[in-house]
């Protein structure tokens, strides 16, 4: 069984930066990929960023206009999201989440099969 735990949400002003945290325990195929979600209010969750095992392949929203960096710690499969120069806009929960095997689209919630409970990020002066 794969279980998924974020830490690292919080409150931080417009232009400041958070570190989120993903650990992926349990039994990840090579080529699994593990990704961000957010979803604020009344918004249909968005893929954020996503970064796969074995290749280390990395995807991003484009929206995210480079302030945002994803990286991968194995063999623990450790995540990190680094979110730079947030905007309130970024307000959100924002959920990590592990793909299946056949998972198809990096960005798309459907390729995932496990999922977090989800870390609030508010940016707000």
């Known amino acids: 069984q794969v279980h998924v735990t974020e830490s690292g949400g919080g409150s931080v002003q417009p232009g400041g930066s958070l570190r989120l945290s993903c650990v992926v325990s349990?039994?990840?195929?090579?080529?699994?990929?593990i990704g961000w979600f957010r979803q604020s209010p009344g918004k249909q969750r968005e893929g954020v960023a996503a970064?796969?095992?074995?290749?280390?392949?990395?995807y991003y929203a484009d929206v995210l206009k480079g302030r945002f960096t994803i990286s991968l710690e194995n063999p623990e499969y450790t995540v990190y999201l680094q979110m730079n120069n947030l905007e309130p806009e970024d307000s959100a929960a924002y959920y990590c989440?592990?793909?299946?095997?056949?998972?198809?689209?990096?960005?798309?919630?459907?390729?995932?099969?496990?999922w977090g409970q989800g870390t609030q990020v508010t940016v707000s002066s």
């Open positions: 970064v796969c095992t074995g290749s280390h392949a990395t």
């Open positions: 989440a592990a793909t299946d095997p056949l998972w198809t689209q990096a960005l798309v919630d459907t390729s995932y099969k496990y």
């Open positions: 349990g039994k990840l195929y090579n080529g699994d990929c």
